[in-house]
């Protein structure tokens, strides 16, 4: 049995999505060749780490809405993504991580009507297809969407202002085109990976100005995008570089992973 929902193709979208957006921002090289070669990331245990909580999370969460027991499906979830990515994570981390959500998240918020990684595909007339997986998306009893959020993993703690991030105003700006409603908060559930982890919750209202800043981005995305597809797959139309060298060492596209990119360098840290 498949515990994990998320899906695993998201890197050969070519709709403007909440990945794109949030990867254009760190390399505007590597997000131009996602769209047109579509490679798919190489795992590490950081990244497996945080699918692995992410698949445990849902499995908390689905438990909680069909008044069903926990148990121990959010560790099995979490071993299937290791599995998956052949990647080796810290399953009593794991443990600890869904314990804490048990005890810190659960309470803040009611997850009758939760959806779980819902797909979101929407073709607007000013920016083209929007596409997106919330990771949780939730609901009034009557159907009114009424909070994005997103969870994560990290080595501190986010900052109040973090919140008011892109990809959390894209996650608005799609489920106000899919619905016709404009969810009231957004949020980040974060798993603090220091010597005592702990999970961090911070929540925004949605509001003009998240809307407006997240609008001006994704409408000059949305051009570049437009721009791109006149001129071809070949075009130079993305060229801004990593904002930080390091980035460049795990790259799909660098030319050490068989991978095109002219302008990866090798051997910085991720200060450079």
């Given at each position: 049995?498949?515990?994990v929902?998320?899906?695993?193709?998201l890197?050969?979208?070519?709709?403007?999505s909440?990945s794109?957006?949030?990867?254009?921002?760190?390399?505007?090289?590597?997000?131009?060749y996602s769209r047109?070669l579509?490679w798919?990331?190489?795992p590490n245990?950081?990244?497996?780490?945080?699918?692995?909580?992410?698949?445990?999370?849902?499995?908390?969460?689905?438990?909680?809405?069909a008044?069903?027991?926990?148990?121990?499906i959010?560790?099995q979830?979490?071993a299937e993504?290791?599995?998956r990515?052949?990647?080796?994570?810290d399953?009593d981390e794991?443990?600890?991580?869904?314990a804490?959500?048990?005890?810190?998240v659960?309470?803040?918020f009611d997850?009758?009507?939760a959806s779980?990684q819902p797909?979101?595909s929407?073709?607007?007339?000013e920016?083209?297809?929007l596409?997106?997986?919330?990771?949780?998306?939730?609901?009034?009893?009557?159907?009114?969407?009424?909070?994005?959020l997103?969870?994560?993993t990290?080595q501190?703690?986010?900052?109040e202002s973090d919140?008011r991030?892109?990809?959390?105003?894209?996650y608005?700006?799609?489920?106000?085109?899919?619905?016709?409603?404009t969810p009231?908060t957004?949020?980040?559930?974060?798993w603090v990976?220091?010597?005592r982890?702990y999970?961090?919750?911070?929540?925004a209202t949605?509001?003009?100005d998240?809307?407006?800043?997240?609008t001006?981005?994704v409408?000059r995305?949305?051009?570049q995008l437009?721009l791109?597809e006149s001129?071809?797959?070949e075009?130079?139309?993305?060229?801004?570089g990593?904002?930080w060298?390091?980035?460049?060492e795990?790259?799909?596209y660098?030319?050490?992973?068989?991978g095109?990119?002219?302008?990866?360098?090798?051997?910085a840290?991720?200060g450079?």
């Open positions: 049995m498949t515990l929902l998320r899906p695993q193709d890197h050969a979208r070519r709709a403007l909440k794109y957006l949030t990867l254009a921002d760190m390399c505007e090289t590597k997000a131009g047109t579509g798919a990331p190489i245990p950081r990244m497996t780490f945080g699918s692995a909580v992410d698949a445990a999370v849902e499995q908390i969460i689905a438990a909680v809405r008044g069903a027991p926990i148990g121990l959010p560790r979830a979490a993504v290791a599995d990515d052949e990647q080796p994570i399953l794991i443990d600890l991580a869904v804490g959500f048990e005890t810190v659960l309470p803040k997850w009758s009507w779980l797909h979101l929407v073709p607007t007339a920016w083209g297809l596409d997106g997986h919330p990771d949780i998306l939730l609901h009034a009893e009557d159907g009114t969407p009424t909070a994005v997103d969870v994560k990290a501190r703690a986010k900052l919140v991030s892109v990809e959390l105003g894209f608005a700006l799609l489920v106000q085109a899919d619905s016709g409603a009231g957004v949020g980040y559930l974060t990976r220091v010597k982890p999970w961090q919750v911070l929540t949605v509001d003009d998240l809307l407006a800043h997240t001006a981005l409408d995305r949305a051009a437009r791109a001129l071809g797959p075009a130079p139309v993305m060229v801004g990593p904002r060298r390091g980035l460049c795990s790259c799909e660098a030319p050490w992973q068989g095109p990119c002219p302008i990866a360098r090798r051997g840290s991720n450079d």
